[in-house]
């Protein structure tokens, strides 16, 4: 089967339902570190400092997706963005077996202006208190934070 994005896409889980697929997605992962210097030498440590995970997906603003989207974010209520592959997909369309962001909110939503062709967009902004990710043919995941409450 040809590698297309027709039956691999990223979405929006609450629990097990996807909510909707996602057209853009944009992640930004801070792990941040700060080296620690002595008298007697540079680079002896460093302090780490809790990682930080934000994104801005981006949904067609017909069909309801950006509705829920709404929904979710006046209502404070977690999701996930994963990875939603049909029974038929290739297995090469990604890189990864498994992208997933669990337990986000949306910080802000921006509609974009109605046009006269195409549906418009509305692009939502968050951050997530879990990362994870399995590469194809690892059977590891990686997973941040290591330490949950």
């Not at 992962?29 to 460093?46: K, M, P, W």
């Not at 209502?75 to 990604?94: C, K, N």
């Not at 990864?96 to 974009?112: H, R, W």
Request: charged share 15%; hydrophobic share 40%.
């Amino acid at each position: 089967m040809e590698s297309t994005w027709k039956n691999t896409r990223l979405a929006v889980f609450v629990g097990t339902t996807m909510i909707t697929p996602v057209d853009t997605f944009t992640p930004s992962f801070s792990l941040n570190t700060e080296t620690i210097h002595s008298l007697e030498a540079t680079h002896v440590g460093y302090v780490a400092n809790p990682e930080s995970f934000t994104f801005s997906v981006s949904v067609k603003a017909i069909g309801g997706g950006a509705a829920h989207l709404m929904n979710l974010a006046m209502t404070g209520t977690e999701f996930s963005v994963g990875l939603y592959r049909q029974a038929d997909s290739s297995p090469d369309e990604w890189d990864f077996e498994q992208i997933l962001l669990e337990k986000c909110i949306i910080t802000s939503a921006n509609p974009s202006n109605a046009t006269t062709n195409g549906a418009p967009n509305a692009t939502f902004s968050g951050v997530a208190r879990k990362a994870g990710a399995t590469l194809v043919g690892e059977s590891d995941a990686v997973s941040l934070p290591v330490f949950e409450p």
